[in-house]
């Protein structure tokens, strides 16, 4: 009888399964991988932005005079977030326009 079952349960597995070189199921998987590794460098660049937002405001409570220094700061913080968020991709782009 459990030979059975397993024969059964062995079937039913099998028929559930991607094929082996399923590029549709490759792509679903890699397009997965990419979306969760895009949500951790989010993630990762909202707490620094949130953690440089804090700063700023711990400065001026500090320093009211020292605005200035303070904008050109979250300016460039800013600018490297968004360099670390897309500038992979927009340096795939502009190679492409390049060809």
């Known amino acids: 009888m459990t030979d059975q079952l ?5 079937e039913m597995v099998r028929c559930a399964a991607p094929t ?27 707490a620094a932005a949130c953690l440089v937002l804090v700063v700023a405001a711990a400065a001026l409570a500090l320093r009211p005079a020292g605005f200035g ?3 050109a700061m979250i300016l460039l913080v800013g600018c ?18 390049r060809r």
Not at 6 to 10: G, I, M, N, P, Y
Not at 25 to 41: C, G, I, M, Y
Not at 83 to 90: C, E, M, S
């Open 69 to 71: 220094t303070l904008s």
């Open 6 to 10: 397993e024969s059964r349960f062995a």
């Open 20 to 46: 082996e070189r399923d590029p549709l199921f490759r792509l679903q998987v890699l397009e997965r991988r990419e979306t969760e590794r895009f949500r951790q460098r989010s993630s990762l660049t909202l």
């Open 80 to 97: 490297l977030a968004g360099h670390r968020l897309y500038g992979a991709t927009l340096m795939a782009r502009l190679r492409q326009l």
